[in-house]
């Protein structure tokens, strides 16, 4: 009884020492002390809070003073606190100041899909705390280190079967159609895809971007053309009349088949996946396994980007993969390999251009984060790397290797501003009011201006995602003494690292979705397609988020909706039965009951509505044939349904974008001014093993535990959230 003797003093009366003992035992807080005894690993006894004043207090009914009357915290409160902090970067581990806090009365994990939040999480088990304590202390015996041992390795093994899983059901997609099949003359692109294998192993790198244009012209940036060459050496060495040049238009043998289907498959393989696991290892990597397989089961079967990819063909998951190695660089504080990966997915597909915004305005908010020397320092380190990919990239369209001129060829293919507004019928904003104004007809001479407003809007449209960020860098800049030129950081903290994450990093998904929705709503020549990549960060949102979070009925609610916006070009390539399986079985995996009365959540009731709707509209196109007039009648009801709901979401994400840069960094105007010796900081740190910790600071505290005003419940509580400014007073320390 020792160790408890700290927290239980002998003096108090036997009635006390017994309800004290009695409610440590229902809270399981003499877990942490009984273990502790026997570990290397002491828990400090600054993680205790300090429930009574620094001035000696007395006890009730007792003539004995007490300098400090203390008790352990309750591990509920700390296990979700330390679940909810990961994705705010904060390490709890490094600073007491986390711990010996008021406790927000809504919890952090409300802060959408990236702040877990499940109210079923209160009540925790046994083994739960269990595995709290042996993850936050670390293994102190060889059992414990067995144990972790076989953690990993039932998680390794979770991993291979939803691996092999996901790429089973690609298969059985691609056993059904795809876009063109058996439609002469031009078909569709899958011949376009195999048509640029053909062309790029036959032809020199010059005539690549200027070959017969009217037959699926090139017109994907250089890396795709460097991949359709790979692929068409290595099936050329397999049968070369599947790439003959103007011989193999249009050929659709069994075995050209399997070996494009096999192209995407094993790409898939190579990045998308291994993307994916990265993602879940560093921005989820303090959930549990359960949590963290959850999460990767609703990644790999995302229905939009399997029946794109492996039922009408395409290699979006290169794209999509690229970017997402790129944003897990950045959460690991590797900016310079974040900006190659991301110049890399630029140079597969020009869409990636929609993730641009977001992507630079991170890197500038933390070069301003980090100060004028070494933010100076990374801002030249960035640029040099991306003029120097880009360079490498495009070598083969420059001097010596080709003529000047030829550089110009894949940029004009690149960027189609003579194709006019929009060719299809797309649910975005021009689609959609194009019912009532005919853009094309009113501006027929004078494309010009359209464009000029297309652009114009796309920018309005995701400034607010760049000015968070910019801005949130910017208010958690690391200050510096004007005298010592040293950084005003806690005791408990280290420096920072300009290879260190920012605190701005829990923005970067949110940007993401605003950005890249408003160049979906807004931009010029968009395809059905192009919703595939506003749904990835909505997607990464949502498989951080538990059933109850506004941001999983959002996500669900937007994939669903998502899908069915692609329903004209997935019925044409003739995917019915495959859209409809995997909507069924995505939503069934992920838990989501879409016709399921949510009172409490808007989204949930909008979502009831609009699938029902869905149905009804389902059930007209089979029963209903379209007059003569209106062949267009289905497909531009299908815009009506789903443009709305994609502008809410944009709306949505603005919204949250907005608070969760006001938990990181305050509101504008409301910067505090401290002594020179005192300063807000936040510790943070990247919760994969993989990627280690990486210490890092902010002038202004985080609002950790009070971001529950984000998930939209959290009004009425201005209070406590004035109460969750974290501030920790400490030394100099040079930076």
Known sequence: ?????????????????????????????????????????????????????????????????????????????????????????????????????????????????????????????????????????????????????????????????????????????????????????????????????????????REWYTYDLQYWGLDYPPLTAYVSWLCGRIGSLIEPSWFTLQASRGLETGGSKLFMRATVVIFDLLLYIPALYTFVCAWQGTRSSRKRHAALLTLLFHPALLLIDFGHFQYNSVMLGLTLLAINAFAAGHDLFGAIFFVLSLGFKQMALYYAPAVGSYLIGKCIYL??????????????????????????????????????????????????????????????????????????????????????????????????????????RLQKDAQNHSVDVSPSMAPASPSSPTPILPLLPYALLTCSMSFFLFSFQVHEKTILIPLLPLTLLLSGAAPTDDVFLWGALGNNVGVFSMWPLLKKDGLGIQYLAMLILWNRLIGYNPFKLRYGHFAGLLSSVVHTVIIILHLLELAVTPPARYPDLFPVLNVLICTPIFGLIWLWSIKRSVEVSWAISGLPGKREKEPSSTVSAISTTSSSATFGHSPMRGEMGVRATSLGYASGRGRGQADARRRALVTSAGGDREH
């Not at 927000?104 to 702040?115: D, K, T, Y």
């Open 371 to 476: 100060g004028p020397v070494h933010g100076t320092r990374l801002f030249l380190r960035l640029a040099l790397t991306t003029t120097l990919a880009f360079v490498i990239m495009f070598a083969p369209f420059l001097p010596p290797f080709s003529p000047l001129s030829t550089i110009a060829a894949p940029i004009i293919r690149i960027f189609p501003f003579g194709r006019g507004l929009f060719e299809d019928k797309v649910a975005n904003f021009w689609c959609f009011t194009n019912v009532l104004v005919k853009w094309k007809r009113i501006f027929a001479s004078r494309e010009g201006i359209l464009i000029k407003a297309s652009t114009g809007l796309t920018a309005l449209g995701f400034l607010p995602a760049v000015a968070a960020l910019i801005f949130g860098g910017y208010k958690t």
């Open 1 to 205: 009884m020792d160790e408890a003797s700290d927290v239980m003093p002998s003096e108090l009366p036997v009635e006390r020492r017994q309800r004290h003992t009695r409610d440590r035992t229902a809270s399981l807080n003499s877990l942490s002390h009984f273990k502790s005894a026997s570990s290397k690993h002491i828990r400090p006894r600054s993680t205790l809070r300090n429930r009574g004043s620094n001035a000696s207090m007395k006890s009730v009914g007792s003539d004995t003073d007490h300098s400090e009357i203390i008790a352990p915290i309750p591990r509920r409160h700390l296990l979700q606190t330390s679940q909810s902090l990961h994705w705010l970067r904060v390490d709890t581990s490094s600073g007491d100041e986390w711990l010996n806090r008021g406790v927000s009365p809504v919890s952090a994990s409300s802060v959408g899909s990236v702040f877990p939040n499940n109210r079923m999480a209160n009540r925790l088990s046994f083994t739960a705390l269990m595995e709290h304590e042996r993850t936050a202390v670390g293994p102190s015996s060889t059992a414990d280190a067995r144990i972790l041992e076989d953690d990993q390795g039932t998680i390794g093994a979770g991993r291979r079967f939803l691996s092999l899983a996901s790429t089973l059901v690609k298969w059985c997609i691609g056993f059904g159609t795809y876009s063109g099949h058996n439609t002469p003359p031009i078909f569709g692109d899958y011949e376009a895809q195999r048509h640029w294998m053909e062309l790029t192993v036959h032809l020199p790198v």
